[in-house]
């Protein structure tokens, strides 16, 4: 069973400027919720007991986020707000189960994932990208379903406009396991509409195998100087590891940028009392 999820946190979210040049971007209130409050109630909702931030000395706003205990007590014990208990209450409870560690240079989700190397216990972990938000339906949950059936490491899909693949990684599908599921056989970063293998596009929610560790150590830095997390997994498919693609049933918002981020506020005030 997945019990480990691990969410990076440490990039400077420059689309999101001039907003992220004084406030992390996951704490920015997504119809009145920290966008990074959804994705840790995903996780649990999903049965995970840990989860671990990658984040940087530039972002220890987030960290404070979760331990600012004296300033709630003292709010508490003077205006003995409800909802504030409350809120607090919550808090405690998410501090309980999460970690940090530190990524002060910025070198790609790749080397994101490897800082949590030492804290990884189990076989497998849940990885999360928080410009991602999925609603109405848990994908992790969904996810970890279909990686208990098959013992595999899984990876979410969603089906793009064909004209719009060029903005995507795009799985190369090699069988068809039903309507939901496919065998990846590889990952195209960014193809044109013309050399697409498909139209289905890489989602940020990975179910990963513990061995990809050993692949990361040894990869070299690819496009930018980045350590990148999908030529670790080309290599791991390439030596036989089998990858399933699993097309989630929920609704896909990108939190990511500007425009995204202003239309994810208003679709999530129109379904306001959704659960997992």
């Not at 793009?160 to 903005?167: A, H, L, W």
Request: aromatic share 10%; charged share 25%.
């Amino acid at each position: 069973m997945i019990k480990q999820a691990i969410i990076p946190l440490a990039g400077l979210g420059t689309r999101l400027l001039p907003l992220t040049s004084v406030f992390a971007k996951e704490l920015l209130p997504i119809n009145g919720k920290p966008g990074i409050e959804y994705i840790i109630d995903e996780c649990i909702d999903a049965g995970i007991k840990e989860i671990i931030f990658i984040i940087s000395k530039k972002k220890v706003m987030i960290k404070n986020y979760f331990y600012n205990d004296k300033l709630f007590k003292k709010i508490i014990k003077k205006k003995k707000d409800k909802r504030i208990s409350n809120e607090f209450k919550k808090i405690l409870k998410y501090k309980k189960m999460i970690k940090f560690v530190y990524q002060n240079n910025p070198r790609g989700t790749g080397d994101a994932v490897l800082k949590t190397r030492k804290f990884i216990k189990d076989k497998y972990f849940l990885m999360l990208l928080p410009d991602d938000l999925i609603i109405k339906k848990n994908c992790s949950k969904s996810m970890i379903s279909v990686h208990k059936k098959y013992k595999s490491s899984v990876m979410a899909s969603m089906n793009v406009n064909k004209n719009n693949v060029s903005r995507w990684g795009i799985y190369n599908v090699k069988k068809k396991i039903n309507n939901q599921n496919f065998i990846i056989n590889d990952v195209v970063e960014k193809p044109s509409v013309k050399n697409a293998p498909s139209n289905k596009a890489v989602i940020g929610r990975y179910i990963l195998p513990k061995i990809i560790f050993n692949k990361l150590l040894k990869q070299k830095s690819g496009k930018g100087g980045e350590i990148h997390i999908t030529d670790a997994i080309q290599s791991l498919i390439k030596n036989n590891q089998k990858f399933i693609g699993h097309s989630f049933s929920g609704k896909y918002l990108d939190c990511g940028t500007m425009d995204g981020y202003i239309k994810s506020s208003l679709e999530i005030a129109k379904t306001w009392n959704f659960a997992w």
